[in-house]
């Protein structure tokens, strides 16, 4: 699936035109795309009066946070995979230096190691941060030192003067603040389920977020505690509810150790596609988007018996028994209303109106699987092959791997902050929760979007494995020239 993004101001020929060089190698494998709002321009859904506005321009930050959670036992290892990663980008030479920005520093909920971060971020971009006025990129990896004071001069002229350096700390200052700030609770629209599973991994096994074998594990341990090199895992409690704290809760879902998924893939890839991964949250993700969308309309029962025909309650009835309206963004019913789907009558309770079961799921089996009925590398599998998918592949393969590729999508999504400077004195016009204020006369509306998160093919298994295979090789071989030169 492609996901093209910014589409509203530029067109799709135009778009891959200005793609990155090292971009142009990708193939289109798929016939559709999908075309999203513009994340980097200011939409919060409300009519504005620009007389608000103290600047014209919209500027939006732009962070690919990467890793930031580890279980405490795979925090033994004295590095996290982005900084190990950077020993693999220095080999291939796609960077000149490493960068000092760690994911750890950013998630950790302290704002000193949070502004540590940012600065390094500003220092060396590398895909991790870009800056954009109107809609357009000013500051990226490919920009110099002079691009970003003339960007922050510009975004900052009505602050105290104080040079660059002032400039840098009420960028870091504005920017964690928005993502230590609650969203807006109109944003939170994420239906309650169970589907991450637990799974004990067994005592002989060294939980590792790599998926390598444990010698070279042990070796490159050993060549980053002989260069004093250690990751900070330190984490203080995120705010509930700001993007970070959502970005990191969904990177902890329980996953085995990741040679096990591997080992998984290795034996069951020729069966399996992305239809077998996805299609239970595909089938929930529609039947809550249907379910609220009854709660929130007046309807007639004929009405709402012709709708919900459409929709399979079957995942549904397996992965919520009972909601009801909370502030906690898990719980998103109607105030008013009470949501009851029981399993012994066959019959769901919506608003008081009984429903039955049995015309819910007249047509359960007409539904579309994964994106129509396609998997992302259109793989399709024989009828034999599938039977004997079916007796070999067991219900906690493909919770393991469903689990795997859900860390992964929130490992390598991208978060977009939009601010605009108000005029003080309108202020407190706006929704307290899109105003940050960096001083007296200093006050930005923001707003805090997530993209990036289409699902992964399980067939990228294969391509992180080889990943992690690079990045080991590369540190042992950099610190062991390291260590022979420090030796000499």
């Given at each position: ?36 709002p ?30 930031g ?24 030479k796609d ?94 629209k ?5 589907l ?49 704290e ?22 069951f ?24 969308a ?70 359960l ?81 923001s707003?805090?979007?997530?993209s ?20 080991f ?16």
């Open positions: 699936m492609i996901v093209l993004q910014r589409l509203s101001r530029i067109s799709f020929f135009r778009y891959i035109f200005l793609c990155y060089e090292v971009r142009r190698y990708k193939e289109i494998t798929d016939t559709y795309a999908t075309k999203f513009d994340y980097t321009l200011l939409d919060l859904q409300m009519e504005l009066d620009q007389t608000v506005f103290r600047s014209r321009s919209t500027f939006c930050v732009e962070i690919k946070p990467k890793q959670y580890l279980r405490e036992a795979e925090q033994k290892f004295p590095g996290c995979p982005y900084c190990l990663n950077q020993y693999a980008k220095l080999r291939r960077i000149a230096s490493p960068s000092n920005y760690c994911p750890f520093d950013l998630f950790s909920g302290k704002k000193s190691r949070m502004k540590a971060a940012m600065k390094e971020l500003l220092k060396s971009p590398q895909n991790n941060l870009k800056i954009f006025k109107d809609g357009f990129v000013l500051y990226n990896q490919t920009s110099s030192p002079n691009d970003l004071e003339n960007v922050l001069d510009e975004w900052f002229r009505n602050a105290e003067s104080g040079g660059r350096a002032r400039h840098v700390d009420e960028f870091c200052n504005l920017v964690c603040t928005a993502l230590m700030r609650p969203i807006a609770q109109e944003q939170l994420l239906p309650t389920t169970s991450s599973r637990n799974f004990l991994v067994l005592a002989n096994q060294v939980p590792t977020t790599f998926c390598i074998a444990p010698d070279a594990i042990a070796r490159v341990e050993r060549c980053l505690r002989l260069v004093g090199k250690k990751c900070n895992f330190d984490h203080s409690e995120l705010p509930k509810n700001s993007v970070l959502r970005i990191w809760n969904m990177q902890r879902l329980s996953y085995v150790n990741t040679n096990y998924i591997y080992s998984v893939y290795s034996n890839t020729s069966v399996l596609n992305d239809d077998m991964i996805y299609s239970d949250l595909i089938k929930l993700n529609k039947t809550c988007n249907v379910f609220h009854l709660l929130g309309n007046p309807m007639n029962a004929v009405q709402k018996t012709e709708i919900m025909k459409e929709t399979d309650f079957q995942t549904f009835l397996k992965s919520t028994i009972v909601q009801k309206h909370d502030d906690d963004f898990n719980r998103n019913c109607n105030a008013s209303s009470e949501c009851v789907l029981s399993t012994n009558t066959g019959r769901v309770l919506m608003n008081g109106d009984p429903v039955s079961q049995t015309e819910i799921s007249s047509n089996d007409s539904h579309q699987s994964f994106y129509g009925n396609k998997s992302l590398h259109n793989q399709r599998t024989s009828n034999d092959d599938e039977r004997k998918a079916n007796v070999q592949i067991t219900a906690e393969h493909l919770s393991a791997l469903q689990n795997y590729l859900l860390f992964v999508a929130a490992r390598d999504c991208s978060i977009l902050i939009t601010f605009r400077e108000l005029h003080p004195k309108y202020a407190s016009r706006m929704p307290v929760e899109n105003i940050i204020k960096l001083s007296d006369q200093h006050y930005f509306l707003n805090v979007r997530v990036d998160f289409d699902p992964k093919s399980v067939h990228s298994i294969k391509k992180h494995r080889q990943r992690d295979v690079d990045i090789d590369s540190v042992i071989s950099l610190l062991k020239e390291n260590i022979l030169f420090t030796n000499r």
